[in-house]
């Protein structure tokens, strides 16, 4: 099913919305000693929730949740060795 430009012009449109909103990822890094995932935002604030408590990486091992890629807009983080999203 192909995109439409009005669907296109508004997602866009969220995606601009939600970036005024915040927060923005700027850096993201598994800290295997501690068990978490860590997220710089935006401003140098750091976020850091437990692996475990996301869907998709609870159960995936330590060596695949070291490589994060932070989405282009900075509002998505996404694991390519799980195939997983947050």
Not at 61 to 77: A, C, E, M, V
């Amino acid at each position: 099913m192909a995109i439409t430009k009005e669907q296109f012009k508004a997602a866009n449109a969220r995606g601009a919305a939600a970036m005024l909103r915040g927060p923005i990822a700027r850096t993201a890094h598994y800290d295997s000693r501690r068990g978490l995932i860590v997220i710089t935002l935006e401003g140098g604030c750091e976020f850091a929730f437990p692996a475990a408590l996301a869907e998709g990486l609870a159960d995936a091992p330590r060596s695949k949740l070291t490589k994060i890629k932070i989405s282009p807009n900075g509002l998505g983080l996404h694991w390519p060795l799980l195939d997983a999203e947050l």
